[in-house]
């Protein structure tokens, strides 16, 4: 059956993924996937089909920077449901969401997983990888992690928000304990997941649609950054991001809100921080750019309060081309019926990136 991919477009494209992340090549990448909408099939077969599908659509559709890939999502709350709670299926068809276990500082100090790795959605991911695999009977189709919450993402899905909150402050200690055993286990998990699928498999997170390839790196959701301030992502989550960017080469943050404030402790943490994404006006390339220069990858977005300044993508990217943020190199993931990619393409064909390029090999 296959998936349209060859190897020899395979490896160019894993190739050019390479020098741009190496800083080889400057100008901007469009990567447009047709849009996986299977994630969060509730029905796993219909997920493994409909997954298919979408590869065999990829294959055939001639789109740019993008690879045969697998999105086993189901849902934001997959990390956390590795301490138990009742997963909640939204009823107006939207995302799943979970009911906290925890809901005292005195519950927290007795945190401990209640699932294991073979009953997580990880293990799920791979079983259903597998079948992809075997009915495109292609072993050339790559891997993304089901949704990656970050430690404190985590924690604020297993337990009550409010109380999490007042613990920060009532018992820091407590707090911190709880988010290194979370961490240990985000660790272990990833790392057994892609020890499973296969050297270089795994290539992203849910989000964003770039591509982390030969196992460099991985891609992390940090979207309760918005919640803490400056202080306490300081000292409950950079500690553990620092330990998972240890472990697994660097890190590609999510996150689709106001995060501006966090930015100098960051830059100054030694964190290998890959790429940032960042929603216009919640956090502005502009801001990020002052703090990181040329030193990461920027994926940017339009969020819906940034609408009425810029419909499209395209104008956000326009507003861009003439301002020092031009110079830096930037990553963009899109689906067909996002937005208008003629008018995209055309923005990016600007003079992004130009000051500081190099020839390719």
């Not at 690879?67 to 138990?84: E, H, N, R, V």
């Not at 803490?228 to 660097?250: Q, V």
């Not at 994926?299 to 956000?316: I, K, R, S, W």
Request: proline letters at 6%.
């Amino acid at each position: 059956m296959g998936t349209g991919f060859s190897s020899a477009q395979i490896a160019a494209t894993l190739q050019t993924f390479r020098d741009f992340l190496a800083g080889r090549r400057q100008t901007p990448l469009l990567s447009v996937y047709t849009q996986p909408d299977y994630r969060q099939d509730p029905d796993p077969q219909s997920m493994v089909r409909r997954a298919c599908a979408a590869i065999a659509a990829d294959g055939a559709g001639g789109q740019e920077n993008i690879l045969p890939t697998f999105w086993p999502d189901f849902g934001t709350i997959s990390t956390a449901a590795m301490w138990g709670g009742k997963r909640l299926m939204a009823s107006h068809g939207g995302g799943v969401h979970i009911e906290p276990t925890i809901r005292s500082i005195g519950e927290l100090e007795k945190l401990s997983v209640r699932q294991s790795f073979a009953e997580s959605d990880f293990a799920l991911g791979l079983r259903l990888y597998r079948e992809v695999c075997q009915r495109l009977e292609s072993d050339e189709i790559f891997l993304r992690t089901p949704d990656l919450q970050g430690p404190m993402n985590t924690l604020a899905l297993v337990m009550d928000q409010t109380e999490l909150m007042c613990a920060l402050y009532e018992a820091p200690q407590v707090v911190s304990a709880a988010l290194d055993h979370i961490t240990d286990v985000l660790i272990d998990c990833v790392g057994r997941y892609r020890q499973e699928a296969g050297l270089g498999k795994v290539i992203g997170n849910s989000w964003p649609y770039v591509v982390l390839p030969d196992n460099q790196g991985i891609a992390i959701t940090q979207d309760y950054m918005p919640l803490l301030s400056a202080e306490a992502y300081a000292e409950f989550e950079l500690p553990r991001l620092k330990r998972i960017s240890e472990a697994f080469g660097g890190v590609w943050i999510h996150c689709c809100g106001e995060y501006a404030r966090h930015l100098p402790a960051l830059r100054a943490s030694g964190i290998r921080i890959m790429g940032l994404e960042m929603h216009h006006p919640c956090t502005r390339v502009e801001q990020v750019y002052e703090i990181f220069g040329d030193d990461v990858v920027y994926t940017p977005y339009v969020a819906p309060t940034g609408a009425a300044e810029f419909p499209q993508l395209a104008d956000l990217m326009n507003s861009l081309a003439n301002k020092p943020c031009a110079a830096a190199r930037y990553w963009l993931g899109m689906c067909p019926g996002w937005g208008d990619l003629p008018a995209l393409r055309q923005a990016l064909a600007g003079n992004f990136g130009m000051k500081h390029q190099t020839s390719v090999a």
